[in-house]
């Protein structure tokens, strides 16, 4: 339930890759004292997806919103979809009209898109959040009335742009600054052999758990450990396949982990999807990767999140349609033929990184408040 202390209202999708980089803004406005109370902080977001387990674990409070993509050709579900927008829209300008925060805060994701609309029409400070290099269709709308769009990239294609990065979560933040990179690997028993972790993401990417699976059972190269998150989607089918003992692989998979900072942190490699915050963790840890993009992602934002890390030399980019265990292999194999070039490739990350998004958000929030309320 919203307070009427509120005066950051966060609003962002259902899916992981905006809630995580919210929760770390609303954690630094905390940390460095712009905000002091428990409720000044809420969360607007969507029914679907992970976010409301993301934000009540951080403990926060989250409002959900109906609501679902418009998909660009006259269906019956687009109809649907324009219905619930309008519901969305009617309840985030009574939440607005009840707490009357100083500044909303759009991540992106269609959960977002009735929240800002509603500040624009009641006259609240707007702020978009981009993770990717191609802005969502919400932030470019939203874009056009915000105050700032804090970026993750250079030359990201939104008005008032500053470059930020793409805020971390604090997990990752402390493995950097405690270098536990060693200490996860020997607490995963990884000693000389080259650490592969593989991950799609919250739920899982099937396409991709079918070629690790059958990396690992035809895998005739160095030495590898596989550390293979499968997601909950593909658990229960992909958990009850025999697996015979492969000479040079050792393999372990994994439902869901709770701990990834040291899963990506103590590797060597990292094979995954391409969204926003996965990659910015990958280059924050400094460990080079794989990216396949998640087909038919929105603006194709995923291909051009992996292409930006291509041409930075810190990642290989394979299209889902070419990823197959021939494609997979080749590409690890000429990683592993030379250890000079996975080296080579995690100085590259350093390029990218960009540590204190959180906190340059959270100082760019206050600037907006200190600029002027909403309401109080």
Not at 182 to 204: C, K, N, P, Y
Not at 323 to 330: E, F, G, K, R
């Amino acid at each position: 339930m919203i307070s009427d202390t509120c005066r950051v209202l966060i609003a962002g999708g259902g899916t992981a890759g905006h809630v995580i980089p919210a929760v770390a803004i609303a954690k630094a406005l905390y940390s460095k004292g712009i905000l002091k109370n428990e409720c000044e902080v809420h969360f607007v977001g969507s029914k679907r997806g992970t976010g409301e387990r993301i934000v009540t674990e951080a403990g926060f409070t989250m409002t959900v919103l109906p609501g679902r993509g418009i998909q660009r050709k006259i269906t019956f579900r687009n109809v649907i979809s324009i219905l619930s927008l309008l519901i969305a829209f009617f309840r985030s300008s009574y939440l607005l009209i009840k707490a009357k925060p100083e500044i909303i805060v759009v991540m992106g994701g269609y959960a977002s898109l009735a929240c800002g609309l509603a500040g624009k029409l009641f006259n609240v400070p707007l702020l978009v959040a981009e993770q990717n290099v191609v802005p969502g269709a919400t932030n470019k709308i939203i874009a056009r009335f915000a105050k700032v769009s804090a970026v993750s990239f250079e030359n990201v294609n939104l008005p008032n742009s500053v470059v930020t990065g793409n805020p971390l979560r604090s997990e990752i933040l402390q493995f950097i600054e405690t270098d536990s990179r060693h200490v996860a690997r020997r607490e995963l028993g990884v000693t000389d052999q080259t650490m592969i972790t593989v991950f799609g993401g919250s739920l899982g990417a099937h396409r991709l758990n079918e070629t690790i699976f059958e990396l690992s059972q035809y895998w005739s190269g160095k030495a590898i450990s596989i550390y293979h998150v499968v997601g909950s989607r593909d658990w229960l089918e992909f958990s009850s396949f025999n697996r015979k003992s492969v000479e040079n692989v050792e393999y372990e998979m994994i439902q869901y982990s709770d701990d990834m900072a040291k899963l990506i942190g103590a590797a060597d490699l990292i094979i995954s999807r391409a969204g926003a915050t996965s990659v910015s963790e990958i280059t924050a840890l400094g460990i080079p990767s794989i990216l396949v993009p998640l087909p038919n992602s929105p603006g194709d934002h995923q291909e051009e999140n992996a292409r930006f890390f291509e041409k930075n030399g810190s990642a290989i980019l394979i299209p889902d349609s070419e990823l197959n265990y021939v494609s997979l292999s080749n590409r690890i194999n000429f990683l592993l033929d030379d250890d000079l070039i996975l080296r080579e490739m995690a100085e590259k990350t350093k390029n990218a990184v960009r540590l204190t998004a959180a906190e340059d958000i959270a100082d760019l929030i206050f600037g907006i408040l200190e600029g002027g309320s909403y309401g109080k």
